[in-house]
């Protein structure tokens, strides 16, 4: 009984939005964590967008299906 609980000492739950929040929340649904979520795709397109932003722009060219990928996730208002 004990042994159980000592995982919930002193852990605090990610913070939404954050990758741990949406990987724990992806896997709560039952979607797979990686390229193919809505989710990740978003921050990984929005990581790139931040440091890369000539490379960012050559993605969204290449891959104009990206776009429709971020359009299907609820999460995403429009902007990277």
């Given at each position: 009984?004990?042994?159980?609980e000592n995982?919930?000492?002193?852990?605090?739950p990610p913070k939404p939005?954050?990758i741990?929040?949406l990987?724990?929340k992806?896997?709560?649904e039952?979607?797979?964590?990686g390229?193919g979520?809505?989710?990740y795709l978003?921050?990984?397109?929005?990581?790139?967008?931040?440091t890369s932003?000539t490379v960012?722009?050559?993605?969204?060219?290449?891959h104009?299906e990206?776009?429709e990928?971020?359009?299907?996730?609820?999460?995403?208002?429009?902007?990277?």
């Amino acid at each position: 009984m004990v042994s159980r609980e000592n995982g919930r000492k002193g852990g605090r739950p990610p913070k939404p939005g954050s990758i741990a929040f949406l990987k724990r929340k992806c896997v709560a649904e039952g979607r797979t964590w990686g390229p193919g979520d809505p989710a990740y795709l978003r921050l990984w397109l929005s990581s790139v967008k931040k440091t890369s932003p000539t490379v960012f722009e050559s993605l969204m060219r290449w891959h104009p299906e990206y776009w429709e990928t971020l359009r299907l996730d609820p999460e995403w208002n429009g902007e990277l």
